[in-house]
C-alpha cells in the first residue's frame, strides 16, 4: 500500500472501538502517528494503540470524556505535544440518545449536545492552532442528518445537522490557511452499536438501495482519502456512505 499520510500526525476521538478503530488503524496504515481518546475502554484503546504500534507508527491513547470541553482540549494538547503538532483531526466521538420527546430528559439534551456538538467545537478549535497548510478536519455526522426515517431520533439527528453547518462554516474559516474541513455521513454499519444482526437490523438494509450493511473498514477508507493530498480541494464537503439509504 502506498503510504499517502507518511509522517502525518492524527488524533481521533472515541477511536477505542468500532468506526473510530478502524478509523486509527486505517490512518496508520497509510503512515501516519495516530493518537485516539477514549472514555472507558481502556484495554480496548490499548490495544488499537498496540496495532498501531505495530505497524511502525507512534500511537497515543488518551482518556479523555467527550462530554468534559477540558479532557477533550486536554487530549488535542497532548497529542500535539507528543507528535510535534497535528495534521489530521477525525472528530468521531458521538453518543445516541433516542426515544419519545416526551422521555427526553434534560440530561439527554445536554449529554448529546455536549459530545456530539460542543466537543467538537472544542477539539477543531484547539487543532487548528496546531495545523498548518495541508491540514485537515474529519467530522463524523450520520445520513440520519438529513434524513429522518424513524420516530425518535429527532435529538440525535438535530446534533448531527449541527455538524453540517459547523464544516461549512470551519471550512470558510480555515481554508484561507490551506486546511481542510468535511463531514462523512455513515449509514447503517457493523458496530457493536449497531450490530448487522440487531434488533432493528431488517428495517434498516429495507431503506438501502444496496441490502447490506457497511463496514467500518468502509468508512475508514473514505475518511482516509479525505484526509490525504489527492483531496485538496475537497473542502466543506458532506460525503455520504450510506448503501444508497438516503438516494
Known sequence: MTQSLQGKRALVTGGSRGIGAAIAKRLAAEGADVAITYERSADRAEAVAGEIKQQGRRALALKADSADAAAVRGAVEAAAKAFGGLDILVNNAGIFRGGPIENLTLED???????????????????????????????????????????GMSLYSMSKS????????????????????????????????????????????????????????????????????????VNGAGLTIDGGANA
Not at 115 to 121: E, F, H, S, T
Open 109 to 151: 439534551i445536554d449529554a448529546t449536545l455536549a459530545v456530539n456538538v460542543r466537543a467538537v467545537v472544542v477539539a477543531s478549535q484547539a487543532a487548528a492552532a496546531h495545523m498548518g497548510e495541508g491540514g485537515r478536519i474529519i467530522n463524523i455526522g450520520s445520513n440520519l442528518a438529513t434524513r429522518v426515517p424513524d420516530a
Open 162 to 233: 449541527a455538524l453540517i453547518a459547523w464544516t461549512q462554516g470551519l471550512a470558510r474559516d480555515l481554508g484561507g490557511r490551506g486546511i481542510t474541513v468535511n463531514i462523512v455521513h455513515p449509514g447503517s454499519t457493523n458496530t457493536d452499536m449497531n450490530p448487522v444482526d440487531g434488533p432493528g437490523a431488517e428495517a434498516q438494509r429495507g431503506r438501502m438501495a444496496i441490502k447490506r450493511y457497511g463496514k467500518a473498514e468502509d468508512v475508514a477508507a473514505l475518511v482516509a482519502f479525505v484526509a490525504g493530498p489527492e483531496a485538496g480541494s
